[in-house]
């Protein structure tokens, strides 16, 4: 039974190349060679701006994304091998928007702290306040290959070197007071230097001196937003995130999920509603479940086999499912993998529970990648997200569509309007940025504190 909870939810639109749906490239309604096309991207955002978004989200690999596996046989058969930089993508998404968020993926394994707050601070200021940073450690082999490593650095390491990261990034964030710039012409004095703080930071993994060469943005700090879901994620979001995005499949899993993180907090002196949760909602709405099904199913007639066990493959950390049959018992002793270790927990879970074959994983992950799937009419997934909402299973969703663009003008036209008319989403933008949608409060400068 629903228990009404009272404010509004929060939906973040996760872009991703022609769709969610790893096959969506085949799909009559979507373009074709738009991958690198900004035209496809601005009308992709401003139909979310329409939409009344919070924001959206690029994420990122450094490297070919290999989302269907390391093979380049499969690889060849998915769309998602070229994408935009995304802090450049942003940048230009910046100037062709004005209310939208723009969360962006940056890795604290392949780039130093300080090219990352500089860059975020300055989309911060070049979006009037609407920047921010999804940390992530990168978890792929191919990606340590590209920056001369034999393999990814272990998960604990990652995890640690992470927190020292994002700390010296939100360090040079405070570089300057929100005042330290005069700029008085009669004086010839442009900025206080009582206000400007070199950082000077000397850790067990970085030495940082700063201060950074971008003034204070607008939201003081750009929003913090982390999507790891294994102990040491979620021990990283509890210490620095404001946005969690995470995989949970079912209304039960995700409460367990939202308790666990929130129930966190308080040991590093923070109050629950400092941190938004928002599970991932890959959805198909049709006029009626009949309708909505037979759009699923249309996709899923799209998806190669070798790319649907690439994709699984990849899912659970590139661990090797080829020597298994596929119509055979999902296998029970497989090994934890360095990396994706909570998505690989996941899908092994879910296998297990529902007695599924390799063959009928792959189906279940192709058009979501682990992620909650939501398939009938608008009423029907609106009735669910409300549950998850009410229940304390998510703040919010960041809402996978099938396929760009039609897949998200959809859930324009369709979903958004019945979450308005029960109260549970805005009808209009409020306050001027990303903080302000999120009601997220300002944070204040370490050295004014």
């Known amino acids: 039974m629903i228990q009404k909870r009272s404010g509004q939810l929060r939906l973040n639109a996760f872009l991703l190349n022609t769709g969610h749906h790893i096959a969506a490239w085949r799909h009559p309604d979507v373009p074709?060679?738009?991958?690198?096309?900004?035209?496809?991207?601005r009308e992709i955002a401003q139909i979310a701006e329409a939409g009344k978004f919070d924001a959206l989200f690029l994420a990122d690999h450094i490297g070919i994304n290999q989302a269907s596996g390391e093979d380049i046989e499969v690889q060849q058969r998915s769309?998602?091998?070229?994408?935009?930089?995304?802090?450049?993508?942003?940048?230009?998404l910046a100037v062709s928007t004005e209310h939208i968020g723009l969360i962006a993926t940056t890795s604290t394994s392949y780039h130093e702290p300080y090219n990352v707050a500089r860059k975020f601070a300055s989309l911060d200021h070049l979006s009037g306040g609407r920047a921010g940073w999804n940390v992530v450690t990168s978890a792929t082999n191919t990606e340590a290959r590209n920056f001369g490593l034999a393999r990814q650095t272990p998960h604990a390491e990652r995890y640690e070197q992470a927190e020292e990261f994002v700390k010296v990034v939100q360090g040079l964030w405070d570089s300057w007071d929100d005042d330290a710039f005069p700029i008085d012409k009669d004086s010839a004095q442009y900025f206080d230097p009582r206000k400007l703080h070199p950082l000077n930071h000397k850790g067990k993994h970085l030495e940082v001196a700063g201060p950074l060469n971008v003034s204070r943005s607008p939201q003081g700090h750009p929003v913090i937003v982390q999507a790891g879901s294994s102990e040491a994620g979620q021990e990283l979001a509890a210490r620095t995130a404001e946005v969690v995005f995470t995989a949970q499949q079912s209304l039960e899993t995700a409460q367990a999920f939202y308790r666990s993180l929130k129930d966190r907090l308080p040991r590093y002196g923070r109050d629950r509603d400092?941190?938004?949760?928002?599970?991932?909602?890959?959805?198909v709405v049709g006029e009626s479940e009949a309708h909505a099904k037979e759009k699923l199913e249309q996709l899923q007639s799209l998806l190669p086999p070798q790319v649907g066990l690439g994709l699984l493959s990849s899912q659970m950390g590139s661990i090797d499912l080829t020597p298994y049959p596929l119509d055979g018992p999902f296998p029970e002793n497989l090994q934890e993998p360095e990396g994706h270790k909570a998505r690989f927990n996941l899908l092994v879970q879910t296998a297990l529970?529902?007695?599924l074959s390799i063959r009928q994983l792959y189906e279940k992950v192709a058009p979501a990648r682990g992620h909650w799937t939501v398939v009938g009419t608008a009423e029907q997934i609106v009735d669910q997200m409300q549950e998850w909402f009410d229940n304390e299973a998510a703040d919010g969703f960041n809402v996978m569509a099938p396929t760009f663009p039609s897949g998200l003008q959809d859930f324009v036209h369709l979903v958004v309007p019945e979450l308005q008319r029960r109260g549970l989403f805005r009808h209009e933008y409020e306050g001027k940025t990303l903080r302000d949608r999120l009601a997220l409060r300002r944070p204040t400068s370490v050295y004014a504190r």
Do not use: D, Q
């Open 353 to 355: 529970r529902e007695k």
């Open 274 to 283: 400092e941190l938004k949760i928002m599970p991932g909602m890959f959805f």
């Open 79 to 92: 769309a998602r091998a070229v994408f935009f930089e995304p802090l450049t993508l942003l940048s230009a």
């Open 32 to 41: 074709a060679n738009l991958a690198l096309n900004f035209n496809y991207y």
